[in-house]
């Protein structure tokens, strides 16, 4: 049981840093900064979301949880693909309304993954 305890609690704490540094990449992406291009900038995301997908894998597994079965967690991997797909478009769009309205999406589908893993509503 305590491998439970630091698995979820590394979840957490990766889910936190990776919508954090997108919340700081968008934004200097807004405003044109050069670090943003970067290689370590553009590598660190994969390798923390690698993590996160990994430690969400090992607490399912872990939980004995199927996507199929339980409801909220097909949800909130779906709603993981969304994040995804926004966050991809957020980065790549060439102009700045565009660019914000993704990543507006991606952080709404980032509070629908948190409603979904807080309060499990299915």
Not at 28 to 53: C, E, G, M, S, Y
Not at 63 to 90: D, F, N, Q
Request: contains cysteine.
């Amino acid at each position: 049981m305590a491998n439970l305890f630091w698995i979820k609690h590394l979840h957490i704490a990766l889910a936190v840093v990776s919508v954090g540094l997108f919340a700081l990449r968008f934004c200097a992406r807004q405003v044109d900064a050069t670090f943003v291009h970067r290689l370590r900038v553009k590598v660190a995301p994969h390798l923390i979301d690698t993590l996160l997908l990994a430690s969400g894998v090992a607490l399912a597994v872990l939980y004995r949880l199927s996507p199929l079965e339980t409801h909220w967690l097909l949800v909130k991997l779906l709603l993981l693909v969304g994040y995804i797909g926004a966050g991809m478009g957020a980065m790549k769009a060439a102009d700045g309304g565009r660019r914000f309205f993704y990543g507006l999406l991606a952080l709404c589908f980032v509070a629908g993954v948190v409603f979904m893993a807080v309060l499990k509503p299915f």
